[in-house]
Structure formats: structure tokens, C-alpha cells
């Protein structure tokens, strides 16, 4: 388990949200193994940011962009706004909802909004629970433990390094780009003291 310290450190969270997840977001970490300090630290870093620090559990925008995205899984009239972006991973499309109902056995496709409820001051606790799962179920899906596990956490993230690449490598993942790398580095170099105690000059 990590403590509500690192929690809200990694995140850059402020305790009120963060307490809301700390349950949830440990569970998740237990489910999916991530269990190491570099694991840890690289899923609250990446999640931190997706979230806006442990606050948005929905997409702010109206999810019309994705309406009749086919590789999302958005087939039917409407399905861009039924299954825009959820929980801290920001979950989208249909197919994945669908997959994901598969996973935890809960009706997503018809009760999407169980994954995230706009932020976490509106949420109940299933919502909070399945917003961590699911980023939990992500960060899986897409193999990000192994990637996180060539970052050597006692160095730095340094331009042009192998562990900043790797860094770089699981934004990609999540984000299909690199937007918000510079605040996703943040979180990750705030949080660091936390989960090791080497101290960079």
C-alpha cells in the first residue's frame, strides 16, 4: 500500500480528493500489480495529470468529437457523447466501455457514467471506485508495468535519456501523443522524494 502522502505528492492532489481515491487507487494498485516504487510513482504521476490531480473524472468537452469514430467503437448515432472520456485514465469509446464491462462485470455500455461522474466532489463511491479501476485495467490492458520497470528510479529524467524516453513512451500510450509531458514530468519529480530517499542535487 502507499501511504496518503505519496499519494497526494505523485498526484499533486490536493487531501480533500485525495482521500476520496486513497482506497480505491490502492485496491487497483493491488489488483494490477503495480507494486514497486517506480510503478507506483509512474501511475500517479501519468494519472495525476490525467485527472487534473485526482479532481476531473470525466471529459470536460461534450465527447461530439468522437461521434462515429469507428476505431472507438462508436457505431451508433450518439455514442461520442456516451462514451467520451471516463475515469483517471479518461476510458473512450464504446469498444472500450464494452471491454471493460467484460472485465468487472458491471453494464458500462448501459450505465456509462458509472465510470466518473464530471469530478470527484460529484462522484459516489462506485463511481470513485470504477475510476480507479478502470485506470487500474488501462494501465494493464497496455503492458505500462513493464515499460515503468526500465525507469531506474534513482536517476533523473534527463532530456535524451533511456529513463526519460521511457517515460515518454507510457505518455504515448495513455495519451496517444505527448501533450502535458512537461506537467507529467512535475508530478513525477515532486513525487519522487516519497518513494525513495535519495535526494538530487
Not at 55 to 81: C, F, M, Q, V, W
Not at 104 to 109: A, G, L, N, P, T
Not at 110 to 126: A, D, R, S, Y
Not at 128 to 141: P, V
Request: aromatic content about 12%; glycine content about 10%.
Amino acid at each position: 500500500m502507499i501511504t496518503l502522502g505519496q499519494l497526494i505528492n505523485a498526484t499533486n492532489s490536493k487531501e480533500e480528493f485525495a482521500k476520496k481515491f486513497y482506497p480505491f487507487i490502492n485496491q487497483t494498485m493491488e489488483k494490477y500489480e503495480i507494486n514497486t516504487p517506480i510503478r507506483q510513482l509512474t501511475f500517479l504521476a501519468q494519472i495525476g495529470h490525467e485527472s487534473g490531480g485526482l479532481y476531473y473524472t470525466e471529459e470536460i468537452a461534450s465527447g461530439a468529437k468522437y461521434e462515429g469514430r469507428n476505431d472507438l467503437g462508436n457505431i451508433n448515432l450518439g455514442d461520442g457523447r456516451k462514451f467520451k472520456g471516463r475515469g483517471l485514465i479518461q476510458i473512450t469509446g464504446r469498444f472500450n466501455y464494452s471491454k471493460l464491462k467484460e472485465a468487472f462485470e458491471i453494464d458500462f455500455i448501459n450505465n456509462p457514467k458509472l465510470l466518473g461522474g464530471l469530478n470527484v466532489k460529484k462522484c459516489t463511491e462506485i463511481q470513485l471506485k470504477y475510476s480507479a479501476l478502470s485506470a487500474g485495467w488501462f494501465w494493464n490492458k497496455e503492458k505500462l508495468n513493464d515499460i515503468a520497470d526500465l525507469i531506474d528510479i534513482n536517476k533523473k529524467l534527463s532530456s535524451g535519456s533511456s529513463n526519460r524516453n521511457n517515460f515518454i513512451k507510457i505518455t504515448r500510450k495513455i495519451n496517444g501523443g505527448e501533450n502535458g509531458l512537461e506537467d507529467r514530468l512535475s508530478r513525477y519529480v515532486n513525487g519522487r522524494p516519497y518513494f525513495t530517499d535519495k535526494i538530487f542535487n
